[in-house]
């Protein structure tokens, strides 16, 4: 009895820091540390993050692809499958489809 008692929590103590491990890291609220958690974010792209985060939130993950060098189509999706999200929801292949936000015009005459 003692026994199974014993596997049971250790089981369950198991399947809790499983869970921790993996746990979502979403970009609006991590701050370095977490963000360097996640595989594939080292310091210099947890800066990218930051520096655009500081600027505004991200709305989305295509609004996020589009403000921050070096973060494509693919590295969005290992990103978030190695637990990274945007206002917790993970990337899906039908974000790279959205339109991203449109850009401010430089205030430069149209050439003729």
């Not at 198991?14 to 491990?21: G, I, K, M, P, R």
């Not at 999200?85 to 991203?100: E, F, L, M, R």
């Amino acid at each position: 009895m003692f026994k199974h008692c014993l596997a049971t929590l250790l089981a369950a103590l198991t399947s809790l820091f499983a869970a921790a491990a993996f746990a979502a890291v979403d970009i609006n609220k991590a701050d370095q540390a977490a963000l360097e958690s996640i595989k594939g974010i080292g310091p210099a792209m947890s800066t990218r993050l930051l520096d655009e985060r500081k600027k505004s939130p991200f709305k989305d993950w295509p609004d996020m692809i589009d403000r921050v060098k070096g973060l494509g189509t693919g590295n969005a999706g290992k990103l978030s499958e190695a637990g990274l999200t945007v206002n917790g929801t993970a990337y899906a292949k039908s974000d790279a489809a959205k339109p991203a936000a449109p850009k401010a015009a430089d205030n430069k005459p149209a050439k003729k």
